[in-house]
């Protein structure tokens, strides 16, 4: 078994800041986990704590139940591929793959059966005899990756292991690494800042933020009923509001922009006494958008008007981005009739999420 545990894990660095702080986190075995948050969340800070590059400071990290909190990194059987590929040049595609089977002790007859039999799995039967110059950087990001579990390690571990890569070239070593550690039951925590990659390839996602944990779910639940409205923020681009409770309803009161918020749902608890603040998140699924009217850009209905601001086109119709009483809203609009920036359109947003 490869499943992890992680218990109150916490690392300070000597100059006094926290990469870290009360990290709980249990990883099944063979789950493929995304770790993302913004530059400095700690994502990467928990991967080399995990790999044993990094000592914590306070916590545990287990491994199939063992504790290896301790153990150095070259005992935790892990593998590990980084952005940047770190194929060695002077070996040859072979020698690069076979390099910690060498270190092991492994015989040199198991260690050509195994070289070829990983090559082929993550394919590139035929190319042992190649030199890492001629490949592709896909080519040597699979040299990498066969490298990293040619030894049969419990956990694989992927810091940005894509992120160096061209479409659609990304996409398709993507898919090619999920098939490969599905098949093999291969434990992975996959390092990315890109939210998108995260939600369509791990089983769970751990959000990270100024060294904490904001959030630990699968990609649906994450996406439709994130636990923050920091988390709503970052993973779907949801719009923050400041608002109170007000004779039992929530409202919005902005210069130009008064909103009585209808058919919202409360997240985490009650939405606060009489006059209290709250935190409304719209996600753009929850944004409605129709024809410009005659309410103006203030309004005391459920919906009311805004101007489009932005146009992007997103295969299958419209990302818009929308200013209404100074807020801005991200909504998707249909592929035809293609949105022009400066359009007024009315707005209705459902189920809003609010947070005491």
């Known amino acids: ?58 916590g545990t990290i287990s491994i199939g139940g063992a504790d290896v909190s301790a153990t150095p990194p070259e ?38 059966e195994r070289v070829e039999r990983t090559l082929e799995t993550v394919g590139l039967e035929g190319y042992a005899g190649r030199n890492p110059s001629t490949l592709s950087g896909g080519q040597r990001q699979r040299v990498a990756l066969a490298r990293a579990i040619v030894s049969a390690p419990s956990v694989l571990l992927l ?16 898919r090619e690494l999920v098939t490969l550690t599905r098949q ?3 434990t992975t925590v996959h390092v990315t800042h890109d939210r998108k990659e995260a939600i369509a390839i791990a089983d769970r996602i751990a959000v990270l933020h100024d060294g904490r944990l904001e959030q630990f779910a699968a990609p649906d639940t ?3 009923r994130p636990a923050t409205a920091w988390v709503a923020s970052f993973i779907s681009d949801a719009t923050l509001l400041p608002a ?7 409202v919005v009161e902005r210069p130009g922009l008064s909103w009585p918020v209808q058919s919202l749902e409360v997240v985490g608890g009650g939405a606060g ?16 958008i ?30 818009v981005t929308l200013e209404a009483g100074g807020v801005d809203f991200r909504g998707r609009m249909p592929a035809a009739p293609r949105p022009e920036v400066g359009d007024r359109v009315s707005v209705a947003v459902t189920r809003p999420l609010v947070y005491a």
């Open 244 to 250: 109170q409770v007000r004779g039992g309803r929530v």
């Open 1 to 58: 078994m490869s499943d992890i545990t992680i218990d109150n894990l916490g690392v300070t660095f000597p100059d006094g800041t926290v990469g870290l702080e009360n990290i709980n986190l249990g990883i099944r075995s063979g789950e493929f986990v995304a770790l993302i948050g913004p530059s400095g969340s700690g994502k990467t800070t928990l991967l080399r704590t995990l790999a044993g590059f990094i000592r914590p400071s306070a």
């Open 75 to 112: 005992k935790r059987r892990m593998g590990m591929v980084f952005q940047q590929h770190a194929v060695w040049p002077h070996m040859s595609v072979a020698d690069n793959v076979a390099y910690p089977l060498r270190r092991a002790g492994v015989k040199r007859a198991e260690q050509r």
């Open 222 to 224: 994450l996406v439709t």
């Open 184 to 186: 093999s039951q291969l």
């Open 290 to 319: 129709g024809g410009g009217g005659e309410m103006g850009a203030s309004t005391s209905g459920s919906s009311f008007e805004a101007t489009i601001t932005s146009v992007l086109f997103e295969v299958t119709g419209y990302s």
């Open 159 to 174: 810091d940005e292991a894509l992120s160096a890569l061209d479409e659609p070239l990304r996409d398709s070593l993507r």
């Open 273 to 288: 006494m009489e006059g209290a603040p709250v935190t409304v998140a719209v996600l753009p699924e929850a944004v409605g």
